[in-house]
């Protein structure tokens, strides 16, 4: 079976001369697998070179098998791509949204009133399929999105931040969608505890590179035993200092600065933000 995706020193330098992607080797064979990194990793270029919207400027991309470029047309008929800026009309209800989706993509008019109903109802939408967008919640909103993605029974679904600007409560119902999906899922996000909840393969990318790629133990596992400790350490965010320590270590740590007349210190469990920052720290070391 070929990897959902692959990419071989896939390279894209925009016109301005930003390098997005850096000769970025990555292959994501879970069934949802998650693409992490700071703004301006290349998350959304990324996205856009798999989904057949932006061309590479060199190297090679794969979606189950198939060439970005060669068989774009092909592949097009069994991916579904949901950008982050998607927003629906709000003249329209979500039944019309996905019905003119569906239709757009070659299903016929009857099967796409079906495939519409059965998908609204799923994600929790079966009482407002007639609602215009504009009276839905924000959450309802991106779940229409969702609703269209599962409808359109594609193999392979592309979520860019597919939460971004959501409540808790909201961004907590488009994930019980997300999981409804049925085909391979591929998301971004900037949210640690979506990752963790939502994917079996994590990939860590930085200025156009990939750095780490395993599911939550394997990445975690370089922090097993470990806490986070703020406002004293080597490692600087911003203004704030982290250090990573066991738990023991950290009790001395406390001990110490409480001599020294400071009380301005935290213990906190480490986390997949903890696997995101480390990273950062390991690449301006090289």
């Not at 794969?62 to 009309?89: N, T």
């Amino acid at each position: 079976m070929p990897n959902i995706v692959e990419t071989r020193k896939l390279t894209k330098i925009y016109g301005n001369g930003i390098k997005a992607l850096d000769e970025l080797d990555l292959k994501l064979n879970s069934r949802i697998s998650c693409i992490i990194g700071r703004n301006g990793a290349g998350k959304t270029t990324l996205v856009k070179i798999l989904s057949t919207q932006l061309r590479q400027t060199s190297g090679e991309a794969f979606v189950m098998g198939y060439d970005v470029i060669k068989d774009r047309h092909k592949l097009r008929k069994m991916i579904c791509s949901i950008p982050q800026e998607s927003k629906p009309a709000g003249i329209s209800s979500p039944l019309e949204h996905l019905v003119m989706y569906l239709t757009a993509r070659g299903f016929p008019i009857r099967d796409s009133f079906n495939l519409a109903k059965m998908a609204l109802k799923e994600v929790g939408l079966g009482d407002f399929i007639d609602t215009s967008t504009d009276e839905l919640s924000g959450g309802m909103k991106r779940k229409v999105f969702v609703a269209m993605a599962l409808a359109s029974q594609a193999e392979v679904i592309f979520l860019d931040e597919p939460t971004v600007g959501l409540d808790p409560i909201s961004r907590l119902e488009v994930w019980g969608a997300i999981r409804q999906l049925k085909g391979n899922v591929i998301l971004t996000t900037h949210y640690m505890e979506e990752a963790q909840a939502l994917c079996d393969q994590i990939a860590i990318i930085d200025k156009g590179k990939t750095i780490k790629v395993g599911n939550l133990e394997e990445l975690m596992e370089p922090l097993k035993g470990k806490v986070r400790v703020e406002g004293i350490g080597n490692i600087s965010i911003g203004e704030l200092k982290i250090s990573y320590v066991t738990p023991e270590e950290a009790k001395k740590l406390i001990s110490e600065v409480k001599i020294n007349g400071s009380n301005k210190i935290s213990i906190k469990p480490v986390s997949l933000e903890d696997v995101l920052i480390l990273s950062g720290v390991e690449i301006e070391n090289e």
